[in-house]
């Protein structure tokens, strides 16, 4: 029987022969002048001290170790997993690439449950996909019932868990729920950007049960690697062999491999928990101030690395912080989010410095 992906996918991508790079086609020899580079290396400035010097070649034109790095990182936390894991230029392309594979432009709609990442619709707009709105309900969960009746009409649902900006993770069961009620008709998309921040077990181990399952995580948040620009997509093979038609030739570059590599190592694994729980424990301290504030109504519970917080006259409380040098993110625009402000969490001084700021506004 053809799988769900297959089932899906628009013709055009089906047709597709993935970019035959040169390092896709490879081959064998000592003289390597297939790829138009330069033989040898340049030499610009101490950057590339200690770096592997090869960067007058192409990358691999998919760096599967450092996806079997991520892949046994997840592992470790929920057993051995039948997907496979494909290194991306941050989440953001993992969401980009899910929707020009699967989604008919000018005809198909993604389903998105805000208020939730902003990325989801723009990409979408951005391909002429239309987005289906399923606000979450009060307690910022899914509305469930309305989800399951857009269902048949939408190749992607995009779940966010924790979810940015509201904090909290999706209940597991609602997943299970969903997973199953879109098993003929869409594949289920969990964002899980800050999972090493949440208490919740991963959706990956729904994975081995839900083929259509797919799972978009990142070295941005946790990690503390924003700026290598490297997230992983991991879903079943069925899913990734059409991932693998669409890709960029080259997307990941070498140095981003190689830190993200260190990065995976047990020493980098241990660092990245212990500075996660630290994290923790500051955000915790944080939230217990916040609410001895005056100008706070409501301090949103967090599995994240950032605090939503409902301030009485938010926005006198945002322009105060900013004449502070302190920036913070603005989230009234969102229906659900009236007097509402973000904070990320940095260390214990920061965040003691804008308490201390938020203490001097009358
Ligand atoms: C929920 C969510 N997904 C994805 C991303 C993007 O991650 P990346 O930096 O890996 O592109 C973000 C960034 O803020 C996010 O909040």
Not at 7 to 25: H, W
Not at 74 to 81: A, E, T
Request: charged share 20%; net charge negative.
């Amino acid at each position: 029987m053809q799988s769900l992906a297959a089932q899906l996918v628009p013709k055009a991508v089906e047709k597709l022969v993935p970019y035959q790079s040169a390092r896709r086609i490879g081959g064998q020899g000592h003289l390597w002048l297939n790829a138009n580079e330069l033989e040898q290396s340049a030499h610009y400035g101490d950057f590339q001290q200690g770096s592997n010097d090869h960067y007058n070649r192409y990358p691999d034109f998919l760096p599967h170790d450092t996806a079997q790095a991520y892949l046994e990182y997840c592992q470790q936390s929920v057993g051995k997993l039948d997907c496979e894991a494909v290194a991306v230029r941050g989440a953001d392309e993992a969401i980009d690439l899910l929707i020009r594979t699967f989604c008919h432009p000018g005809k198909d709609q993604i389903i998105i449950c805000p208020p939730t990442y902003g990325m989801y619709e723009f990409c979408a707009d951005s391909f002429s996909v239309n987005t289906c709105k399923i606000p979450l309900l009060a307690d910022f969960q899914l509305d469930v019932e309305q989800i399951k009746e857009q269902l048949p009409n939408s190749p992607l649902l995009f779940l966010c868990s924790p979810n940015n900006p509201t904090g909290n993770s999706i209940h597991e069961a609602d997943i299970v729920t969903l997973l199953e009620a879109s098993k003929d008709s869409t594949l289920v998309v969990v964002d899980e950007a800050y999972i090493e921040f949440s208490s919740q077990q991963s959706a990956l181990c729904l994975m081995n049960k839900y083929p259509h399952l797919v799972v978009i995580r990142t070295l941005s948040k946790a990690f503390g690697l924003a700026a290598i620009r490297c997230g992983f997509l991991l879903a079943d093979s069925s899913v990734m062999t059409y991932i693998n038609r669409l890709i960029a030739p080259y997307p990941i570059a070498d140095p981003t491999a190689e830190i993200a590599l260190k990065a995976l190592s047990n020493t980098g694994l241990e660092l990245m928990q212990k500075q996660t729980n630290q994290l923790i424990q500051v955000r915790e301290w944080f939230k217990s101030q916040l609410m001895l504030l005056d100008s706070v109504q409501h301090v949103f519970g967090s599995e994240t690395n950032f605090v939503l917080i409902r301030f009485k006259g938010h926005l006198e409380t945002y322009q105060h912080l900013i004449k502070k040098g302190i920036v913070t993110r603005d989230q009234a625009h969102e229906p659900a989010l009236q007097d509402c402000v973000r904070i990320s969490i940095g260390s214990k001084e920061s965040m003691l410095e804008t308490l201390n700021a938020l203490k001097t506004l009358n």
